[in-house]
């Protein structure tokens, strides 16, 4: 005979492993690193810079 199964417990236990499942597919999906983020923050504020030196005074 094997030991009765809390059929609560097992329902929890599966509905956190889907949200960890989806979490995780998410973070491949739409998450970046922060390096990443370092490099595209540098690279958007040097063009704004390089933008701003060649606007003409009027």
Not at 18 to 31: I, Q, S
């Amino acid at each position: 005979m094997s030991a009765p199964v809390n059929l609560n417990k097992a329902r929890k236990a599966r509905a956190k492993a889907d949200k960890r499942a989806t979490a995780d597919a998410n973070a491949v999906k739409f998450g970046r690193t922060k390096a990443d983020k370092a490099v595209e923050h540098a690279t958007e504020t040097a063009r704004v810079q390089r933008l701003d030196a060649h606007k003409r005074d009027r």
